[in-house]
Nanobody, 118 residues
Framework: QVQLVESGGGLVQAGGSLRLSCAAS????????MAWFRQAAGKEREFVAS????????WYADSVKGRFTISRDDAKNTVSLQMNSLKPEDTAIYYC???????????WGQGTQVTVSS
């Protein structure tokens, strides 16, 4: 399994920005597609964004499209999530995961808390 460590969460006012990072232990990181999920209190975990291992194609949940940007740096074994125009409903624990196939996410980080105040 790949070890993943998220960072960059915090408290921000509505309309502000945060950048989350996820550091991976895998030497073959460039061969993994990666994804971000989030889970708000009392709700199920939901998909946020993903980036393909080859070519960097990206996908986004409708709720974050146009505000969030996922990117990766294979030289540094990291995947990032730039979050702009944050809303209170973006408040959640954010997790990164390895995307091992359609709907399959094998490795998860411990999560980082994002809180957006109104």
């Amino acid at each position: 399994q790949v070890q993943l460590v998220e960072s960059g969460g915090g408290l921000v006012q509505a309309g502000g920005s945060l950048r989350l990072s996820c550091a991976a232990s895998a030497r073959t990181f460039s061969m993994y597609s990666m994804a971000w999920f989030r889970q708000a209190a009392g709700k199920e975990r939901e998909f946020v964004a993903s980036i393909r291992w080859s070519g960097g194609r990206t996908w986004y949940a409708d709720s974050v499209k146009g505000r969030f940007t996922i990117s990766r740096d294979d030289a540094k074994n990291t995947v990032s999530l730039q979050m702009n125009s944050l809303k209170p409903e973006d408040t959640a624990i954010y997790y990164c995961a390895t995307a091992n196939g359609p709907g399959t996410y094998a490795s998860w980080g411990q999560g980082t808390q994002v809180t957006v105040s109104s």
